[in-house]
């Protein structure tokens, strides 16, 4: 064993990964040993791998370290990303970078080091990305800095995940880089799904963070497990769709992704038909005139049209003459027309019963707002003469959701006589 570091008596690193390490420290001189001391191999016992703890300069990591860490090594995964996207625009950003400038010495990078893709940039790294780039690009002016990095060794994927999700969580990450981070750990199966439908493109990965064009994985998740739930609902059940969770475990979409058949026809269909209807729905606001509003544009991807969209998809399996109508909706309406018609939708509402503030259909994500929206998707494909959405179809259809949602709690009640 090489004897420029120590190795805790309470660990037992295998010979693969020493030979590992024996390979790094052949690579690079970290400044502890430069000055004759001895690393130390700690151990974590949380996540079950080895690092050091050492200091490298700034010339070698912009030389040598990746920003584009993936969870897999192989061609086909590279391009996923455990890190977030790069905003060199923030303010929070722009302050880093004058630190940079100003010759700070950043602390706990946290970085693998893996030869097994892009040999030539050995050092993935899963938490400093920002700090990274803004030494990148200050390096010429503010001189050879030193930076603290906590360099891991031989991780497994699920290792790869569980730290790049703790080293971004403790900086406020989005909800929806998480997401991606356990879908990633999960399989590709979602994310093949949707860039085979088009809604992604091929190559492309989901989104972190809100986005007008590509999705986040949540509302992929809320695609298909509504799909499914109204799939597997009965004629006569009381339909609610759901929004599934962000930033957490979902058991729902656990459960239903275990059932799902990525290749069946008609899950392939409906997210071709969805992606159809979110691409047409922006392309006629964005180019149009009037009520150019960019919560218009990307209003296919609102969380409770997607649910209650894909639920009308699955509910309408069993009936061609209605799935047909339901699909053709972004064919009722010509252009400049949008066809989810997202103004009348936001000016529907229940005279008497929804407040001031209420801002329309398809704004919120509470049950009520999911049910609602699904009701104007099931009377427009079975009891609309003209098969496109209106503000008076948007209101009947509140009224209609509305009484059944009385009834329904008027038979839970007598339900318990």
Request: glycine share 6%; hydrophobic share 35%; with cysteine.
């Amino acid at each position: 064993m090489n004897n420029s570091f120590l190795v805790s008596s309470q660990s037992n690193p295998s010979g693969e990964l020493l030979e590992m390490i024996d390979d790094f420290l052949d690579a690079f001189t970290p400044y502890e040993i430069e000055i004759g001391s001895q690393l130390v191999l700690y151990f974590d016992k949380r996540s079950g791998a080895y690092y050091f703890n050492c200091h490298l300069d700034g010339n070698t990591l912009v030389s040598k370290c990746d920003l584009e860490a993936s969870i897999d090594s192989d061609d086909e995964d590279e391009i996923y990303k455990l890190n977030r996207d790069i905003t060199e625009d923030k303010a929070a950003y722009k302050l880093m970078e004058q630190d940079a400038f100003n010759g700070r010495s950043f602390e706990d990078l946290v970085i693998e080091y893996d030869t097994t893709y892009r040999e030539q940039k050995p050092l993935k790294v899963y938490g400093g990305q920002h700090r990274i780039r803004a030494i990148t690009n200050t390096i010429r002016e503010s001189g050879n800095s030193l930076h603290g990095i906590r360099v891991y060794f031989h991780l497994s994927r699920e290792q790869k995940v569980e730290i790049a999700t703790v080293n971004n969580t403790s900086i406020a990450v989005p909800n929806d880089l998480l997401d991606r981070m356990r879908e990633q750990l999960l399989g590709s199966e979602l994310r093949d799904w949707c860039q085979a439908v088009g809604l992604l493109a091929q190559g492309e990965d989901f989104s972190d963070r809100r986005d007008q064009v590509i999705p986040t994985v949540r509302i992929a998740r809320t695609l298909i497990v509504n799909y499914y739930r109204g799939l597997q609902a009965q004629d006569d059940d009381f339909h609610q769709p759901v929004v599934c969770k962000s930033g957490g475990i979902d058991e729902d979409y656990d459960e239903i992704r275990k059932q799902v058949g990525w290749n069946d026809p008609g899950l392939l269909e409906m997210g071709r038909q969805f992606a159809r209807l979110h691409q047409l729905q922006r392309q006629r606001v964005n180019e149009r005139e009037q009520d150019k509003n960019a919560e218009f544009a990307r209003k296919a991807l609102s969380l409770s049209i997607v649910a209650s969209w894909a639920y009308a998809a699955g509910l309408f399996q069993r009936n061609a003459e209605y799935l047909r109508y339901h699909y053709l909706l972004p064919d009722s309406v010509s252009a400049p027309a949008d066809p989810l018609n997202a103004k009348d939708l936001s000016e529907a509402r229940l005279k008497g019963t929804d407040p001031d503030t209420y801002r329309g259909l398809g704004t919120r994500n509470n049950s009520t707002e999911l049910g609602r929206m699904l009701e104007v998707f099931l009377v427009l494909a079975t009891r609309a003469s003209k098969k496109r959405i209106t503000k008076q179809l948007a209101n009947a259809a509140i009224q209609s959701y509305e009484a059944k949602r009385a009834t329904y709690q008027a038979n839970k009640v007598l339900g318990r006589i």
